[in-house]
């Protein structure tokens, strides 16, 4: 059958219009599955997985704005090339498939420009897992890499110098083994403190004792989340939050385990199982 003109143009048109109308499904579709709105700022973003927040200063300003919620509770998981024998990026992604909150960089042994292409990178898994890089020591490395926030020791930067270098919203925690350092770093203005060591430890060997009597005492005056470091495990984590403990620090409890993800997992349920009874 032959087609008139006027049934060929309205045939193609119908052809274009169906065409046009797929494109713009599809599109729609696409929108829909990676557009999110921020939970910092408001803003719509595109991003090609889950995330919450479009930028790192928006989950860091977030999670400072909301200190006593989940946010800053659980497995706060310490990566160190010295001891991720699976290496460090495996490592740190068991880690959070397991349900670390909180991932600590942490590299004595080389030179800072070494670190930072493999700081970044777990900073863009702490991203896509909904969780926050710390970087221990050094704030310019903490900087370049987009980590959330940084973690000093008693001799190293003061928490309020380190504030200046820091962006204003960034997260910084402060190492103390008496209660008396816990109290000058709260006043200071730090994030969250870090109580220990616990018990004996084989990872680091310069550490004082702390103790589940500090810890408690700690808890009776702290403001801010408390983190507790040295020597836990499954078996003792539970007396750990008793104690007072918002976060549970480990390396071992997780790298040395053959399934790292399920030695995270465990700890994970252990340690909110714990809060939700002590708390």
Same mark, same amino acid.
């Given at each position: 059958m032959i087609?008139?003109?006027?049934?060929?143009?309205?045939?193609?048109?119908?052809?274009k219009e169906?065409?046009?109308?797929r494109?713009?499904k599809?599109?729609?579709?696409?929108?829909?599955?990676?557009?999110?709105?921020?939970q910092?700022c408001?803003k719509?973003?595109?991003?090609n997985n889950?995330a919450?927040?479009?930028?790192t200063?928006?989950r860091?300003?977030a999670?400072?704005?909301?200190?006593?919620?989940?946010?800053l509770?659980g497995?706060?998981?310490?990566v160190?090339?010295?001891?991720s024998?699976?290496?460090v990026?495996?490592?740190?992604?068991?880690a959070?498939k397991?349900g670390a909150?909180?991932?600590?960089w942490?590299?004595?042994?080389?030179e800072?420009?070494?670190?930072?292409?493999?700081c970044?990178e777990i900073?863009?898994l702490c991203e896509?897992?909904?969780?926050?890089?710390?970087?221990?020591?050094?704030?310019d490395?903490a900087?370049?890499a987009?980590?959330?926030?940084?973690?000093?020791g008693?001799?190293?930067?003061?928490?309020d110098?380190?504030?200046?270098?820091?962006a204003?919203h960034? @997260?910084?925690?402060?190492s103390?083994a =008496?209660? $008396?350092?816990?109290?000058?770093?709260? &006043?200071?203005? *730090?994030d969250? #403190? !870090?109580v220990?060591?616990?018990?004996?430890?084989a990872?680091?060997?310069?550490?004082?004792?702390?103790?589940?009597e500090?810890?408690?005492a700690?808890r009776?005056?702290?403001?801010?989340? @408390?983190?507790?470091i040295g020597?836990i =495990?499954e $078996?003792?984590?539970e007396a750990?939050? &008793?104690?007072g *403990?918002?976060? #549970? !620090?480990?390396?071992?409890?997780?790298?040395?385990d053959p399934?790292?993800?399920?030695?995270?997992?465990?700890?994970?349920?252990r340690?909110?199982a714990?809060?939700?009874?002590y708390?």
């Open positions: 087609r008139s003109r006027d049934e060929s143009y309205h045939g193609e048109e119908h052809m169906q065409s046009r109308y494109v713009g599809a599109f729609s579709d696409l929108r829909q599955k990676y557009e999110h709105t921020c910092g408001g719509v973003f595109v991003a889950t919450k927040f479009c930028a200063a928006c860091s300003k999670y400072r704005q909301r200190k006593d919620s989940p946010g509770q497995l706060y998981v310490i160190d090339p010295e001891f024998p699976a290496g990026l495996a490592t740190a992604e068991a959070l397991g909150r909180i991932l600590q942490r590299d004595k042994s080389r800072k420009g070494l670190q930072l292409p493999e970044r900073a863009r896509r897992y909904d969780s926050l890089l710390i970087v221990n020591d050094h704030a490395l900087l370049a987009g980590a959330h926030g940084l973690h000093v008693q001799k190293d930067l003061p928490v110098e380190a504030r200046s270098i820091m204003s960034s @997260l910084i925690g402060t103390n =008496t209660l $008396g350092e816990a109290i000058e770093s709260q &006043e200071l203005g *730090a969250y #403190i !870090a220990g060591r616990m018990f004996p430890t990872t680091k060997t310069n550490t004082r004792p702390a103790g589940l500090t810890l408690r700690v009776r005056v702290a403001k801010v989340p @408390l983190v507790a020597g =495990t $078996g003792n984590v750990v939050v &008793e104690a *403990a918002d976060l #549970i !620090a480990v390396i071992s409890s997780v790298t040395d399934n790292p993800v399920c030695a995270a997992r465990r700890l994970t349920t340690i909110f714990a809060l939700e009874k708390r």
